[in-house]
DNA sequence: CCCCATTTAAACATAA
DNA sequence: ATTATGTTTAAATGGG
């Protein structure tokens, strides 16, 4: 030991000196991309983009989690997915991305009742209530329209299990909802028959009187009966459905959008547009708008699938909705916090380090387009962020397993690979979420140190960093400290300096190449030979080398990188869960890729060095978490929850800090 | 089945 | 004596 450190030691402080010279274009680069930064998030809010990227993957995360909650149900063990992913994988999957999801896969989900029909009813509930204060909406017209059955409405309301009559109550109240209005809601949602219901709710729980006790808050109770009636109609014409939709040229739902669009029968239709179909998962051409609503009302006409689909749908937006109103809250806050005072001693240099690091990892979107050729991202250029979005869910989808038990395990990523790309883009979503992130602790150790100004850190440093770049370790205590002190000493990339302060961390560039190429077999050849204290002299580019290779991919995880399927799409061309690369370190990517690139050389883009290099991160680790997030708890329980944690907003905290 | 990487736990050692 | 840092050892888990 005492042979090895005192070597290290040396080379460390060659490192410092390289470090050095880093730190100042690092820092240039900082500055400038500050400004841009500024320019793009100016105004006090989160950039919506942003902000909806990081709301919908909650949200997804929140249904996702809604959906495996039961225990036996459904899912089986991941093995069985390796292979015939087809069937259970796309229960999780499917409501991550609702684009993507197939006739079939809905069929099966329902099937297989994966969603027990209170989970349903749960998740529709709660949408329900957000679309109403969406919309609001006239109740006199809404009445008009259907006389129907209210019982079913309110049946459902009541039975759910996940959210008290109370809450529900609540929020039917809170949007100034008539019982008329809910039966509208519920019925355009459902078909507006019973059938929809049938499948979901009824059917299973007999124990529909659960919810009926409760029912009480609303006076809507108690028609049970009721739910049989609607039966009768014929399923596959869906009256209600088609006959709205017919009238009025839109779905029933999209009705209330209507007003505020103003769209006019005219032939607009917001799930019509440039020619295509744009129901979640669709896109099915369409010459004319005639077409269109033929087909609107063939294949998306009432059904199990639809219905589900919708419910995601909703899930979604009022997941947003919530976050969004948290959000704005929490932004108000810092901006009052800030304003108040100046700046710390100490504390301060870390926080920037750190906000610049996030910031990068946040502005710097079109950073490398070199990266993008070896992926096949979709070629579309037009990269809304929007595109992100749709994918997001995968990610979570492959990241949560709901085993919660007690420590994560690393999963395959089989089929949660498109995971991988969406990571570094996620970079805000692990600062707030409660997710566990999955990169090894050296991996973010390393990621700690390089992103400091002189890439050295203090123990304490690093736990700073740490708490405040993942939502997880601020909320799991100690035993993390204890595995970064662990690894910081059992591995040898990581180098402890002594420092006049104290002792501070560095890393060893090349020993951490090294141990990444040993793992990577495949190429292990630029880092393999050098010598890992020798003179960094020359191994330094060698370094550098590797670590832009290592680094290199991660930019395609950029937002803006994406992909395709702008606006548009969900449907768009975000088939492409797979299009992604396997990203690898995308933490590497976001974080210090732009340090590295800095100071780096000019000469070569990482990108052409190694395709193959990402060959495959290692640590795809994303399964467990926690408890996703209090979103998923706020899905489950109640609206109202106190969310302290659980996100923190972190687009603006770095801007401003 | 073996090997290796990682994560956790936990026992110690040291210095402040 | 306590706490923060570091080191080590060991077990469990999982992927190759």
Request: hydrophobic share 0%; net charge neutral.
């Given at each position: 030991m005492m042979q090895e450190s005192a070597t290290e030691t040396i080379s460390n402080s060659s490192m410092s000196q390289n470090g050095m010279s880093t730190l100042s274009s690092s820092q240039l680069e900082a500055g400038s991309r500050d400004g841009r930064s500024s320019a793009g998030d100016t105004s006090s809010e989160v950039s919506t983009v942003e902000l909806l990227h990081l709301q919908q993957q909650q949200a997804l995360q929140a249904a996702r989690q809604l959906l495996l909650q039961q225990p036996g149900s459904g899912l089986k063990s991941p093995k069985s997915q390796d292979k015939q992913r087809p069937l259970q994988v796309p229960v999780s999957v499917a409501m991550m991305s609702p684009q993507v999801i197939t006739p079939q896969q809905m069929q099966q989900i329902l099937q297989q009742q994966v969603l027990s029909p209170q989970q349903l009813q749960a998740l529709l509930q709660q949408q329900q209530a957000v679309m109403l204060q969406q919309v609001r909406k006239p109740p006199a017209r809404v009445v008009d329209l259907l006389p129907t059955s209210s019982a079913q409405t309110q049946y459902m309301c009541l039975q759910s299990t996940f959210v008290s009559p109370l809450s529900f109550t609540r929020l039917c109240l809170a949007a100034g909802l008539s019982p008329a209005e809910l039966q509208q809601l519920w019925k355009d949602v459902t078909?507006?028959?019973?059938h929809g219901m049938e499948d979901n709710g009824i059917k299973h729980n007999s124990s529909g009187s659960t919810g009926g006790g409760n029912g009480g808050g609303l006076d809507l109770s108690t028609n049970n009966s009721s739910s049989t009636t609607s039966s009768s109609n014929p399923a596959k014409a869906s009256p209600p459905l088609s006959h709205h939709s017919i009238a009025n040229g839109q779905s029933p739902i999209l009705n209330h959008r209507r007003d505020s669009l103003h769209e006019e029968s005219g032939g607009t239709h917001p799930l019509y547009g440039h020619g295509v179909c744009k129901w979640p998962g669709c896109e099915k051409l369409c010459e004319d708008f005639g077409q269109f609503l033929k087909h609107l009302n063939s294949e998306h006409a009432l059904d199990d699938r639809s219905t589900a689909q919708c419910r995601v749908q909703m899930q979604v937006v009022q997941q947003l909705e919530i976050q969004l109103s948290k959000e704005r809250e929490r932004l108000q806050a810092m901006m009052a916090h800030l304003h108040m005072r100046p700046s710390e001693p100490k504390s301060s240099p870390k926080p920037l380090n750190l906000v610049s690091s996030v910031t990068m990892s946040k502005n710097l979107p079109p950073a490398s387009p070199p990266n993008l050729p070896q992926t096949p991202t979709t070629p579309t250029a037009p990269i809304t962020p929007m595109a992100a979005m749709p994918q997001v869910p995968s990610v979570l989808g492959g990241a949560n397993v709901p085993s919660m038990g007690a420590m994560r395990r690393r999963h395959s990523d089989k089929y949660s690979m498109p995971l991988s790309s969406e990571i570094a883009p996620n970079y805000e979503f692990y600062k707030n979420a409660d997710v566990r992130p999955p990169f090894t602790y050296a991996t973010l150790i390393r990621q700690a140190i390089i992103d400091s100004a002189e890439h050295q850190l203090t123990l304490n440093e690093i736990y700073s960093w740490f708490t405040r770049t993942f939502a997880y370790f601020r909320r799991n205590a100690a035993t993390w400290k204890n595995a970064v002190r662990h690894n910081l000493s059992l591995h040898k990339c990581f180098v402890r300096v002594e420092n006049v302060k104290g002792a501070v961390w560095t890393v060893d560039e090349v020993e951490y190449q090294k141990r990444r190429s040993q793992k990577i077999t495949g190429s292990p050849s630029l880092v393999k030979n050098l010598p890992s204290s020798l003179g960094y002299g020359t191994a330094l580019n060698a370094s550098l080398q590797a670590a832009l290779a290592e680094t290199s991919l991660p930019l395609l995880g950029t937002p803006g990188l994406m992909n395709s399927g702008s606006t548009g799409p969900m449907g768009g061309s975000c088939h492409g869960l797979l299009g992604g690369d396997s990203a690898h370190e995308e933490l590497n990517g976001s974080l210090d890729h732009l340090d590295t690139n800095g100071h780096g050389s000019p000469g070569y883009s990482p990108s052409a060095h190694m395709p193959p290099i990402h060959v495959k991160e290692e640590p795809l680790n994303m399964d467990d978490d926690d408890c996703p997030m209090s979103l998923v708890t706020t899905a489950n329980h109640s609206p109202e929850l106190d969310d302290d944690r659980e996100l923190e907003e972190g687009n603006l905290s770095e801007d401003l800090e």
């Open positions: 078909g507006g028959n019973g």
